[in-house]
T-cell receptor, first 113, second 114 residues
Framework: AQSVTQLGSHVSVSEGALVLLRCNYS??????LFWYVQYPNQGLQLLLK??????LVKGINGFEAEFKKSETSFHLTKPSAHMSDAAEYFC???????????FGKGNQVVVIP | EPEVTQTPSHQVTQMGQEVILRCVPI?????FYWYRQILGQKVEFLVS????????KSEIFDDQFSVERPDGSNFTLKIRSTKLEDSAMYFC????????????FGDGTRLSIL
């Protein structure tokens, strides 16, 4: 099945520490990949996208993600967590050949002061 | 920045009643979608819509569901006879093109079935 996997539902990180959220995809064909963020009581906002142009992708709010084909991964990082980063983060990909998005289960990020 | 807007933000409905969720996609987008997120579960695809017809639907999107673009701006999701298990957050999304394009989401409608 064409899917993405996010492990660990809740992630706690200290303010100022590295944020690392893992996403692995299942496919023999490198897919397009997206990270979305959902702040409390808001919709899904696109953080960044991988479209095969560059393996290191920079997004909004200081986040970036690196596509690694050998590891079938697209992990999201931010060097220094801020209180405003508390949100739920979803990895997603389109199914091959159509336009529906498949989402991971999400990571709820809690930032500890 | 243009955005997708959804109304209402919260809808409470008695089981068996019809409900219509409304969305205004981004104006130059051609593809429209509905997703839902049951509390604690993944965001799930329901349906995609292009050129005034359904282009794809999931197994969740049964005969109780329908979508419509009644005018040039609105995109609606109707649930004909709601069930308790329809309680979820429903997200509308739109995109300029079809495959491999990021979709832009609204803030969602929280549907509560009593």
């Amino acid at each position: 099945a064409q899917s993405v996997t996010q492990l660990g539902s809740h992630v706690s990180v200290s303010e100022g520490a590295l944020v690392l959220l893992r996403c692995n995809y299942s496919s023999s064909v490198p897919p397009y990949l997206f990270w979305y963020v959902q702040y409390p009581n808001q919709g899904l906002q696109l953080l960044l996208k991988y479209t095969s142009a560059a393996t290191l992708v920079k997004g909004i709010n200081g986040f970036e993600a690196e596509f690694k084909k050998s590891e079938t991964s697209f992990h999201l990082t931010k060097p220094s967590a801020h209180m405003s980063d508390a949100a739920e983060y979803f990895c997603a990909r389109p199914y091959y050949g159509n336009n529906r998005l498949a989402f991971g289960k999400g990571n709820q990020v809690v930032v500890i002061p | 920045e243009p955005e997708v807007t959804q109304t209402p933000s919260h809808q409470v409905t008695q089981m068996g009643q019809e409900v219509i969720l409304r969305c205004v996609p981004i104006s130059n987008h051609l593809y429209f979608y509905w997703y839902r997120q049951i509390l604690g579960q993944k965001v799930e695809f329901l349906v995609s819509f292009y050129n005034n017809e359904i282009s794809e639907k999931s197994e969740i999107f049964d005969d109780q569901f329908s979508v419509e673009r009644p005018d040039g701006s609105n995109f609606t999701l109707k649930i004909r006879s709601t069930k308790l298990e329809d309680s979820a957050m429903y997200f509308c999304a739109s995109s300029e093109m079809s495959t491999n394009q990021p979709q832009h989401f609204g803030d969602g409608t929280r549907l509560s079935i009593l």
